[in-house]
């Protein structure tokens, strides 16, 4: 029995402002391992999270091998941004700071993603993400100037020339989670379910980073606290986190569920006051709250239509219209109910 149109939605804009929420603990609990460089981070959350969702998923990849094999040149475009972003989301906030990096990688991520769906979808976006971008990517403007000024005045301050190469690394973090967000999406749409799709792309994403984990993750092995940082990257932000991705990707559009995911850098922003000291100065608290403006416009309900229009030649009176998050309903594929 599948779901109604807004239900469905709403429940995958749910499931991906939970990842999101999930990914915003990843820069704090790295500093709890000082010793393990960014590569080794992002190489033990990615790889490992994305080889354990290959495992849990194997019966349906199994199944599903035909239609993956036809989109394999998707399969691996979304695999190989698997194995670049983590390299570059980490490295970034390393340089540039944790709240500074999260807001880069994750508030370019949108523009990016409605690129990509632009140039090889043809999408036209709705006047609900084009607004709730407009708040979100201000929210994540905001965030970035405030840190910075921040980090400059505060105990960890970063050199000119480290934000700069943390702030480029954001941009590569970016577009690369914009394009395997787009892959899966686009997975999803022609048949494949969730799991497949995420266990596909996230299992060989995670196999391309072995290298990197095996030539610099010694120091996870150094301490039981290091090891700790690891076995929680790969298990909850990264395997949790995008299992409840994927679900959210049934439902709403790769450009929606990046929008959705700015959540991720204020709920960054906020631990790196509360728990890494990092400093706040008050424009930042504005770029919290307009972030949290763009998610009220983005996952508040929508009107139900007008009877004559419901009425209208051709109109199918069992099916609810579509949601203005979804702008293109013949590039969402059918509705189903979440994949258990």
Not at 186 to 198: C, D, E
């Amino acid at each position: 029995m599948t779901r109604p149109a807004g239900r469905a939605v709403g429940t995958g804009s749910l499931c991906v402002l939970l990842a999101s929420v999930l990914w915003g603990t990843t820069g704090t609990a790295a500093t709890f391992a000082p010793a393990v460089g960014p590569l080794a981070i992002g190489a033990v959350a990615m790889g490992l999270g994305g080889l354990l969702q290959a495992l849990t998923a194997a019966p349906r990849i199994r199944r599903e091998a035909p239609a993956l094999r036809a989109q394999r040149g998707v399969v691996l475009l979304g695999a190989l941004s698997v194995g670049a972003y983590p390299l570059a989301f980490y490295s970034s906030m390393h340089l540039a700071g944790v709240a500074a990096g999260t807001v880069v990688s994750i508030g370019s991520a949108p523009l990016a993603s409605a690129v990509i769906e632009r140039v090889a979808d043809g999408r036209r976006l709705s006047r609900r993400w084009t607004v709730g971008a407009a708040l979100g990517l201000s929210g994540t403007a905001l965030l970035c100037a405030a840190e910075a000024a921040g980090a400059r005045s505060g105990p960890g301050a970063h050199s000119a020339g480290s934000t700069v190469l943390g702030v480029a690394l954001g941009l590569v973090a970016g577009l690369t989670y914009a394009l395997y967000a787009w892959a899966a999406h686009r997975l999803i749409s022609r048949g494949v379910t969730s799991r497949a799709a995420m266990g596909a792309v996230f299992g060989v994403g995670g196999l391309l980073l072995m290298p990197v984990l095996l030539a610099t993750g010694a120091p996870l092995l150094g301490s039981w606290s290091n090891a700790a940082v690891g076995a929680y990257m790969a298990l909850v932000p990264m395997f949790t986190g995008y299992v409840l991705f994927g679900w959210g990707l049934a439902h709403v559009t790769a450009s929606t569920a990046t929008t959705l995911s700015l959540l991720e850098p204020a709920v960054a922003a906020v631990l790196a006051v509360l728990v890494v000291g990092e400093r706040l100065p008050l424009p930042g608290w504005g770029g919290v709250a307009l972030v949290v403006g763009c998610l009220a416009v983005l996952t508040a309900p929508t009107r139900a239509a007008p009877k004559d229009r419901a009425a209208a030649p051709g109109a199918r009176p069992d099916r609810a219209p579509l949601p203005d998050v979804v702008v293109d309903a013949s590039a969402t594929g059918p509705e189903r109910a979440l994949p258990s």
